[in-house]
């Protein structure tokens, strides 16, 4: 545990050693220590956020400014130590304490709000139930490559979700919320009018669908996912009902033929390079021939700049055995199902979009 040493305590000294001392490290050096020790404690703020976020501490803050002793009847919570969670968290721009040691949300903190447009809140309380406690066997994954959510849960993810369904109502909410965020930087990156009849293969609850059928009155949808996660689609709410298809079934068994673009977003970084190879065929079956493929997902630059997409591999390797992936193992993937690859937009999120084409479907 480091975090007695605070960061903010990290302040680089330059004493000159007295006689029989050690020298200190030079200033380059004491950066490493220090940056590595900042790394290590990472964690704390995640845990602290995780926290937050389960306990809903920005909805009880959305009517203004609280005192940790305001909060603590509320939350359910001890009030100093409520005090030192909100503490640490205005240290990362989350909270800001007023004068009367009030704290209130920031601009960033107000994305923890449930009734936030741009919500986050579920996403990161889960996190804090499900994707920490798989990382408690990363040790496994590194050992092994295999994913961790069966060590740590009993049972594979998706069987998890479906016996869990609050916890599987969770999941589809955070997923509403990453495409929520993600959403409009995708339908300005890809111009989807006259797409014809788009089939977004685990599509969830049909966020992005719905997003592109409203943009593009044109075309049709149909929405597929396992049978007891497209039960919770919104696509009836958003009033387009009667332009799109709702169809549960199992990814590696029949899916919904003749569409004229097929939408993965999110799906493939789930499964191992085999498993990639097996849904991308079957899509490539159902498609039209002159069909098109776009794969929506967290590509891996090249060198080290940092990138989302790397953490995030980390994390689908620790969770579910899979991976993000660089265009080029992206491009070895569909080259192997019978796609090519035509190209490679960047969007102004995280994700990017992979088109392709069948080779040849061979009807
Ligand atoms: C990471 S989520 C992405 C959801 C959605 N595309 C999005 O980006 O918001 C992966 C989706 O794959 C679905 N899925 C998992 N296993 C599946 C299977 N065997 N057949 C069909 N869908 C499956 C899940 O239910 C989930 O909705």
Redo the contacts with the bound molecule.
């Keep these: 545990m480091t975090a007695a040493s605070g960061t903010s305590a990290r302040t680089p000294r330059s004493e000159t050693p007295k006689e029989g001392e050690q020298p200190m490290g030079n200033a380059t050096e004491l950066d490493g220590s220090l940056r590595l020790l900042e790394i290590g404690d990472g964690f704390i703020y995640a845990s602290a956020l995780h926290l937050a976020a389960e306990l809903r501490l920005a909805d009880h803050l959305a009517q203004g400014p609280r005192s940790a002793a305001e909060l603590a009847g509320p939350t359910g919570t001890h009030a100093p130590s409520l005090h030192r969670l909100l503490r640490a968290l205005a240290g990362c721009g989350v909270f800001r304490q007023d004068d009367t040691g009030r704290f209130a949300l920031t601009d960033v903190g107000e994305a923890l709000r449930s009734d936030h447009p741009r919500s986050v809140r579920t996403t990161v309380a889960q996190q804090g139930r499900l994707t920490v406690r798989t990382f408690q066997y990363a040790e496994h994954a590194l050992r092994t490559g295999e994913g961790t959510f069966s060590k740590a849960f009993g049972q594979p ?2 069987d998890y ?1 479906k016996e869990h369904p609050e916890e599987g109502t969770d ?2 909410t955070a ?2 919320e ?2 929520r965020v ?1 959403r409009a930087a995708i339908v300005k990156a890809y111009d989807f009018t006259g797409a014809g009849r788009i089939v ?6 049909g ?2 669908l719905a997003t592109v059928l409203a943009r593009c009155p044109g075309e049709s949808g149909v929405l ?3 049978p007891h ?1 497209v039960e919770r689609n919104r696509i009836a709410d958003a009033g387009l009902g009667d332009r799109c298809e709702i169809v549960g ?5 029949e899916l919904p033929a003749d569409g004229d673009l097929y ?5 493939l ?2 499964w191992t390079d085999s498993e990639v190879v097996t849904i991308l065929r079957g899509v490539r079956a159902a498609m039209k021939p002159d069909g098109r493929l776009l794969l ?1 997902e967290r590509v891996i630059p090249a060198g080290d700049a940092p990138h989302p997409s790397k953490a995030f591999d980390l994390a689908m390797l620790i969770m579910a055995g899979g991976q993000e992936r660089t265009e080029e193992e992206y491009t070895a993937l569909l080259t192997e199902a019978g796609f090519r690859v035509e190209r490679v937009i960047g969007t102004e999120s995280v994700l990017s979009i992979v088109q392709a084409r069948p080779v040849d479907t061979g009807r």
């Design positions: 993810v998706w979700l999941f589809d997923m509403h990453h495409s993600e977004d293969i685990g599509g969830g609850d966020t992005l597929f996912d396992l996660v079934g199992d990814v590696f068994g939408t993965m977003k999110s799906v970084h789930g929506i």
